[in-house]
């Protein structure tokens, strides 16, 4: 059961602290969900606007006066406005009233924390969060939402995407402009000899002129001698039925010329963006052989390090030292120390290793035979097995030595210890590795952090600086091309005003219906601005619903802040799989997209398809979990799954299914700590996870709040994709605003939408030529799939782990899909702008594995 309780922000007008004049409510409600004690709800205040929380009992009466509990069982009675002309009752926190900007000043949008509300006797929990944006701020918010819903709908081929060959959005072409001038042609000559109807009325003229009607004798038998009587007039009127049609179309036009307008100056604008922030790149990164070595991730890193020497060194013993358990006085038994450098496991055994060295000494030079230690008193050492190799230990205590003959019937020595009373690291790849860095760090500082690029850096640096260009050269061509349009719609407009000016000062009234007579057959004026018209009203998939649903969204005024987030974040994740990686939306997805930002319906579906890499996506707004768990999005990708059959052909043997689901924070300045909190409490308690099963992330608004850095890539303050602390690239958050000073983040979802595919994609391989039989692998960067320019090679390593290299011709970005050499898992090398994976501090072409997390 619903609380019945509304909670909206609102914008209030006083004239007095007795008079409301005006009282504006938001146009989404607040979202309300139910707890164990009662009701939650997040609201978000900026103390720069001054919007106000409000409460509105829906249904049932009101029970009683709602208020606040404070600390000591106190209460605090709220304040009941009611709004002007209406019988609504919003009822705000009661606090002083400011003579100078004629408000009540209210501590509940100025502060962040939470309230006990209590209303019809039920316990509300008021959890409020404060921002500071200011008003230009939120109305940019606002406008690029508005912007980026009409976008998206007028061209779902938009350049949002920034590929590098992309065509000039087809709603801001020649061609369009074209059908503009053909309408306004068209109502020019109709302004210039408008149809008409003859309208008898009644007025005043000279007494020879007159037509009488029975007021003339009247008047006449009054006043004989008047100069005037009333008499029967006929009037030219322009009000006919095609007319108020055609007015009709002119408001229309107009409105969509208006918007048209809007679109392209915030296209250019975009553009032009775009081109500063690739400028700014490429002279800051372009030319450069040097880098900027992040010390917060190098400490990291060293940290990290120190804690897994650590561990390895609490593994060993625990493994290893099997206390003072010998008793036996068997004289092939001996108590002594060695140091004894691992190699490989011998055989398939977990505890039995080859010994390289014994106290320092290569044995098999020395001794023509090789050395295998068997640590028979040890422990489980399955899960350390891989880490021992490659260790020189020095331990201490009971052993036996042996000669032995292996299965092909050469000799070999074997250290049994039967007991092992100390043991110490003498070195290990992780204690040269942490040596090392400890030693390079106080170089590192002494030269100011800066440190010479690898080749491989330096390699990633040059592609991306040509990625870079390739996309100068886009936005400055698009640019180009959107200059006609931006010089065209402002003297289009002045016509359009003058034509609509025409039909309201011969007061035509409106008809949406076009009339069924033979004006629109018979005259060829009428004809083609009806025609135009409908061209025009259809453009890119526009009907006369949806231009009345986005003419309802451009009206929309206050909004809940949180609520408009959710609504942005749902365009940019369309505009990422449409757009970017190319999956096709079903026929209907404009209302269904427009329904999901006006009205208040769950489990909204999207059907996505992208049939050449037999991939399909539903995306879900506000779907209800199996748990009843509301998340704001959740993404099925379904995928086929693949085998070869008898003959060595690769088949298709069924479907899989793998789930990410993401939640919009709206956020101001917050710390690091309070978005692992959220993250911690989706993934876990709220269970958006399904027990493990599903990848969880936030979006949030918060920028530059990850002090505890671990990736010194561009995203590296901003984002966490789950790379490091275990988390498996399983939960994370990113970064993701349209306002001015935060740049471009729609780079942010883009590259976890590409970590996502790049986890479920299939890269068949061909046994006979290292070309890949077929795949369906999409390039990050530019959303390439084509197998023309998209190709896929089998390059194994030296050592003959699996590697793939994909590289794309139309971005030039090179991907590399290896194995991690520990636990096997695949790692994807994305160069140094689309990498998501944990790098090096000193090297970031160095992935580090998001899986065992091993360095090296």
């Known amino acids: 059961m619903m609380l019945p309780v509304e909670i909206r922000y609102l914008n209030i007008v006083w004239s007095d602290p007795e008079t409301v004049i005006k009282l504006e409510t938001s146009y989404h409600p607040l979202k309300l969900e139910s707890i164990a004690d009662g009701w939650w709800v997040e609201t978000t205040t900026f103390p720069k606007v001054h919007h106000y929380i409000g409460v509105c009992i829906n249904e049932g009466g009101l029970i009683h006066t709602p208020y606040f509990l404070l600390a000591g069982g106190q209460k605090e009675v709220l304040m009941p406005l009611k709004v002007p002309g209406t019988d609504t009752v919003w009822w705000i926190q009661n606090g002083e009233w400011d003579e100078g900007s004629k408000r009540y000043l209210c501590e509940l949008y100025r502060t962040t924390g939470r309230v006990d509300l209590i209303v019809q006797n039920q316990r509300l929990i008021i959890e409020n969060n404060t921002s500071s944006f200011s008003v230009t701020e939120l109305e940019y918010y606002l406008a690029d939402f508005k912007n980026s819903l009409w976008m998206l709908i007028l061209d779902n081929n938009s350049v949002a995407k920034a590929g590098v060959l992309k065509e000039t959005p087809n709603i801001f072409s020649q061609d369009v402009l074209h059908l503009f001038h053909g309408f306004i042609d068209s109502v020019e000559k109709i302004v210039q000899l408008p149809g008409m109807i003859l309208s008898e009325i009644q007025g005043k003229l000279p007494k020879r002129s007159v037509k009488p009607v029975p007021r003339t004798f009247r008047e006449y038998a009054i006043r004989p001698n008047q100069r005037q009587l009333t008499s029967r007039k006929f009037e030219e009127s322009f009000d006919t039925s095609e007319n108020r049609f055609i007015h009709y179309t002119v408001k229309r036009v107009l409105y969509l010329l208006r918007s048209l307008g809007r679109l392209s100056l915030a296209q250019n604008e975009y553009f032009h963006r775009r081109v500063i922030q690739e400028k700014d790149w490429i002279a800051e990164f372009g030319d450069k052989n040097t880098k900027k070595v992040d010390s917060k991730v190098y400490d990291n890193e060293i940290v990290k390090l120190a804690t897994d020497f650590k561990t390895f060194e609490n593994e060993i013993s625990t493994r290893l030292i099997s206390g003072s358990q010998y008793q036996s006085d068997s004289t092939r038994r001996e108590h002594g120390t060695y140091k004894v450098m691992l190699g490989g496991l011998y055989g398939h055994s977990t505890s039995r290793f080859f010994v390289e060295k014994l106290d320092g000494e290569n044995f098999r030079q020395k001794y023509k035979h090789y050395l295998v230690i068997d640590f028979l008193s040890a422990k489980d050492l399955s899960t350390i097995q891989t880490s021992l190799q490659n260790t020189e230990l020095e331990i201490t205590g009971w052993y036996e030595k042996a000669k032995k003959k292996n299965g092909s019937g050469s000799l070999y020595f074997e250290l049994n210890y039967l007991e092992v009373s100390s043991i110490s690291i003498v070195t290990h790849p992780l204690k040269v590795e942490l040596d090392r860095l400890k030693k390079g760090r106080g170089v590192l500082e002494l030269k100011g952090w800066i440190a010479p690029l690898t080749r491989d850096e330096l390699r990633d640096l040059s592609v991306e600086t040509e990625m870079a260009s390739k996309r100068i050269n886009l936005y400055e061509t698009l640019n180009q091309e959107l200059s006609g349009f931006l010089i065209a719609t402002p003297k289009l407009q002045r016509r359009l005003q003058k034509l609509a000016l025409f039909f309201k000062a011969n007061k035509v009234k409106v008809r949406e219906t076009c009339p069924n007579t033979m004006v629109f057959i018979q005259n060829p004026s009428y004809a083609g601005a009806k025609s135009h018209f409908k061209r025009i009203s259809s453009l890119n998939g526009l009907d006369e619903s949806i231009l009345n649903s986005l003419m309802l969204i451009d009206d929309i005024g206050l909004v809940n802040v949180a609520n408009l987030y959710e609504k942005w974040c749902l365009l940019q994740i369309i505009k990422v799989l449409n757009q970017v990686y190319r999956f096709e939306i079903t026929s209907g997805w404009q209302s269904t997209l427009i329904n999901a930002v006006l009205e208040g319906d769950k489990d909204i579906e999207f059907q996505l398809l992208a049939p050449n890499r037999q991939q399909r996506i539903v995306l879900t707004y506000e779907k209800t979990l199996a748990s009843g768990k509301r998340p704001d999005f959740v993404i099925d990708l379904f995928f086929k ?52 099963n599903n990848q969880v992330f936030i979006i949030h608004s918060s920028q530059n709040n990850i002090e505890n850095r671990t990736s010194p890539l561009s995203w590296g303050t901003q984002c966490d994709y789950g790379q490091s602390n275990d988390a498996h690239h399983r939960y994370g958050s990113i970064f993701l605003s349209p306002t001015l000073k935060h740049g471009i983040t729609f780079e942010h979802m883009q590259r976890l939408m590409g970590m996502f595919l790049q986890r479920n994609n299939a890269l068949l391989q061909n046994e006979e030529s290292s070309l890949t039989y077929w795949h369906n692998a999409v390039c990050i960067g530019c959303g390439n799939e084509s197998h023309e320019t998209l190709i896929a090679e089998y390059e194994p390593t030296k050592a003959g782990s699996a590697r793939w290299v994909i590289s794309c011709s139309v971005c030039s970005l090179r991907i590399i899909k290896t194995i991690c050499y520990h636990c096997k898992s695949d790692l994807y090398k994305n160069g140094y702008k689309w990498t998501y994976h944990r790098t090096r501090a000193e090297q970031t072409s160095n992935v580090v594995c998001p899986e065992c997390e091993k360095f090296l």
């Open 641 to 692: 799954s693949y085998s070869k059959d008898s003959k060595g052909i690769w088949i298709i043997d069924g479907e899989q299914n793998k789930r990410l689901v993401l939640d919009a924070k709206f956020r101001g300045n917050v710390r690091e700590t309070d978005i692992d909190n959220l993250v911690s409490e989706l993934y876990t308690t709220k269970n958006y996870s399904e027990d493990e």
